[in-house]
C-alpha cells in the first residue's frame, strides 16, 4: 500500500505547526546555526516577499524560547550540533511580534493595530503579574501594556518595557523578533501619513535597539533596506543582510538540490525543466534559488492534477506597482530599449542604490532599478562590483509580469492616439494595406516589442495580438472576436463593421527568420485552408476582407486578400 504524503504547507508560517501536523518541510535550521556564529546585536534581513522569512522567524521563536517542545527539531538538521543546542536551544525569554498587518487608512486607525500587536503579545507573559521578582511598579508598567488605550509614548516604549522586565524574572536577556518591519511604512506612504508612521517606527526602535540593555539580539526582516538615517539613526550595532549578500543566501528561497528533493518525494520529476524555468533564477548572494511559494502552490496543482500547466503564483500576491510604474517610463527611449533587453533574456549593468526611503523609491528611474532588484522583479547576475550589478529578470513568471503591464500601458496609451487609431481602423476597413502597415509600423518604432532570444514563437505573437486587439477594441461600434472558432480553426481575430457590410479576417505572424513576406504569405494561406472567414459569410457580410500581418522586432508587412481569394 502506498505511503499517504505529506501535506504542502501553502501559507504555513507558524513552524511548530508545521512540524506537528504532517506538513513537508525543507530544512532551514542551519540558519540557526549561522546565525548564532555570525550574529550581531541587531540583525536585519531583506528579501522579496513570500520568499520564507516568516516560518524561518517563527522557527528561530521554536527553538530559542523557554518551555517550548524540543522534540520537534529532533529530526532536523539543527539536531546536530548538540553543543549548540544545549547552550541555546529553550533557554531565552522570545518577544515575537509581526507589523505585517499594520494596513491602516490612516495614522490613527495604524497605532490602534500596533496597540493590538503589542497587547496580543503581552498577553502571552500574563505570569509576569504573580512574579516575586517584579516590583507593584514593574507589575503596573506590565498592566500598562495590556491596556486597550494605550497612548503613543507607552506603546513606543512597549518592546523596551517587556524585555526588562522578562530579563528582571527570567535572569536571563530577551531575544526580540520584528517580522515585516517595514510593512506599516509601505503602507503610510500609500496612504499619505508616512512622516508619522517614520516618527513612530524610529522611536519604538531606538527605545527597543539602541538603549536596551535587557537585549541578546534582535531579528528583523523586510522587502526593503530602509535608510539608517531615516528610522535606524545612531544604531551602530545593525547588521544588514540584503539579497546581495553571501552570508545566509541559500535559507530564504529552494535550492536547486531542495527543489529535485522535493519532486522526487512527489513523484514530479517530469515536471523539474518547467518549474526552473518558471519559478527558478534568483540570485542571493552567490546561491541560486526558486520562490518558494511558487514550487509549493505548483507542486499541490500537479497533485490534483498531473497535466496542470504552471502559472503565476507570487506575482499574484501584490499589485506589481514598481513593474507598473517602470513601464510608465517607457516612454523615454533609453529605458524602452533596456526594458526590451530584459524581456529578451538579457542582461543591463546598473548602479543599485539599497539604502531607500519609501519617499525616494519612485523619484527616479535610477531608484526603481534599485527597488524592483530588492523587491524580486530583477535579481543579479555574477558578482557585483561595487554598487553595479549586472540586472536580469529571474524567469518566466516575473517575464509574464512585465509583458502583461507593457499590455496594460499601452491599453491606457490608447486614447491618447485617437485620431490615429480611428485612422488606422478606417484603413482597415477600406482596404488599404501600406497605410495600415505605415501606422502600424509607425507605432511600434514608439512602444515596446517583445524581442527573440528568449521568449518562445508564441508568446510574441500573443503580444502583437493583444496589441491589435486593443486597437480595434477602440472601434467601439466594431464587433470584433478573438481566436473564435470558424470554419477548420480558430482565427486570431475577425471583425464585422458597424454597417455589417464589411467583415475583416486578421491572421497574425511572427516571422522568427525575419522574412515578413513569407510569413504574410502563410497567414493567407492558412485563412484559405482552415476557411476562416465562413462564419462571417453565413452572418451575411457580403465584403470580406483578409490580412496576413507579419512583425519581427519593430517591423511589420501588410498583405491583403480581398473576398475570395486567398493569396495577395
Known amino acids: 500500500m502506498e505511503t499517504r504524503k505529506k501535506k504542502l504547507p501553502i501559507g504555513i508560517e507558524n513552524f511548530e505547526e508545521l512540524q506537528t501536523e504532517g506538513f513537508y518541510y525543507v530544512d532551514k535550521t542551519g540558519f540557526i546555526a549561522e546565525l548564532l556564529d555570525h550574529w550581531a546585536k541587531v540583525n536585519l534581513f531583506t ?140 503602507k503610510a506612504f500609500e496612504r499619505g501619513y508616512y512622516g508619522q508612521m517614520v516618527m513612530f517606527i524610529r522611536n519604538m526602535f531606538e527605545y527597543a535597539l539602541k538603549s536596551n540593555d535587557s537585549l541578546k539580539f534582535a531579528v528583523l526582516t523586510g522587502c526593503m533596506r530602509i535608510s539608517k538615517e531615516s528610522i535606524f539613526t545612531g544604531l551602530n550595532n545593525l547588521k544588514v543582510l ?21 519532486l522526487g518525494y512527489y513523484g514530479f520529476q517530469a515536471h523539474y525543466n518547467e518549474i526552473k524555468e518558471w519559478y527558478d533564477g534568483y540570485q542571493f ?43 510608465q517610463e517607457s516612454d523615454k527611449a533609453a529605458v524602452r530599449r533596456e526594458i526590451e533587453k530584459l524581456v529578451a533574456g538579457e542582461e543591463i549593468t546598473k548602479e543599485i542604490h539599497q539604502e531607500l526611503t519609501y519617499k525616494e523609491m519612485y523619484a527616479s528611474v535610477d531608484n526603481l532599478w534599485s527597488v524592483l532588484f530588492t523587491t524580486g522583479y530583477l535579481t543579479q547576475r555574477g558578482k557585483p562590483e561595487g554598487d553595479s550589478f549586472r540586472l536580469a529578470i529571474p524567469n518566466m513568471e516575473i517575464r509574464n509580469v512585465f509583458t502583461a503591464q507593457i499590455m496594460d500601458f499601452f491599453r491606457e496609451s490608447i486614447p491618447k492616439h485617437g485620431e490615429a487609431w480611428r485612422e488606422f481602423c478606417q484603413a482597415l476597413e477600406n482596404g488599404e494595406p501600406k497605410r495600415v502597415e505605415e501606422l502600424l509600423g509607425g ?71 525575419g522574412k515578413l513576406d513569407t510569413a504574410c504569405k502563410k497567414a493567407l494561406e492558412q485563412i484559405g485552408q482552415k476557411r476562416y472567414a465562413e462564419d462571417l459569410l453565413e452572418e451575411g457580410v457580403g465584403h470580406i476582407l ?11 508587412r501588410v498583405v491583403l486578400a480581398e473576398d475570395g481569394g486567398d493569396n495577395p
Open 285 to 327: 548572494g552567490e546561491a541560486e534559488v526558486y520562490c518558494p511559494w511558487d514550487v509549493i502552490n505548483y507542486c499541490d496543482a500537479l497533485r490534483g492534477d498531473p497535466d496542470t500547466q504552471p502559472k503565476n503564483y507570487w506575482v499574484n500576491t501584490s499589485s506589481n506597482e514598481a513593474v507598473r510604474r517602470f513601464i
Open 47 to 186: 528579501r522579496p516577499r513570500r520568499f520564507g522569512k516568516s516560518l524561518n522567524m517563527s522557527m528561530l521563536k521554536s527553538f530559542f524560547e523557554l518551555g517550548r517542545d524540543k522534540r520537534i527539531f529532533c529530526r532536523l538538521r539543527i539536531s546536530e550540533e548538540t553543543a549548540l543546542c544545549e547552550s541555546y536551544m529553550g533557554k531565552f525569554p522570545v518577544i515575537s511580534v509581526s507589523l505585517k498587518g499594520m494596513n491602516a487608512g490612516t495614522y490613527e486607525k495604524a497605532l490602534e493595530m500596533a496597540i493590538q500587536i503589542i497587547r496580543a503579545e503581552a498577553r502571552r507573559f500574563q505570569y509576569l503579574l504573580d512574579s516575586e521578582r517584579l516590583s507593584c511598579y514593574d507589575k503596573d508598567a506590565f498592566l500598562a501594556l495590556l491596556r486597550e488605550h494605550m497612548n503613543e509614548g507607552v506603546l513606543c516604549g512597549s518592546l523596551k518595557v517587556l524585555s526588562e522586565l522578562l530579563e528582571k524574572h527570567h535572569n536571563r536577556k530577551v531575544i526580540l523578533l520584528v517580522d515585516e518591519y517595514d510593512v506599516p511604512l509601505a
Open 242 to 262: 540584503s539579497v546581495a549578500d553571501v552570508p545566509f543566501a541559500g535559507y530564504f528561497g529552494f535550492t536547486d538540490r531542495e527543489v529535485r528533493e522535493m
Open 546 to 556: 483578409k490580412y496576413g500581418i507579419a512583425f519581427y522586432k519593430k517591423k511589420c
Open 443 to 513: 507605432y511600434l518604432k514608439r512602444t515596446i516589442s517583445i524581442r527573440d532570444t528568449f521568449v518562445k514563437k508564441q508568446m510574441k505573437e500573443n503580444f502583437y495580438h493583444g496589441i491589435l486587439l486593443g486597437i480595434l477594441g477602440f472601434q467601439d461600434t466594431w464587433g470584433v472576436s478573438s481566436n473564435k472558432e470558424s470554419g477548420e480553426g480558430y482565427s486570431d481575430i475577425l471583425v464585422e463593421t458597424e454597417d455589417g457590410e464589411t467583415g475583416i479576417v486578421l491572421e497574425l505572424k511572427y516571422a522568427e527568420d
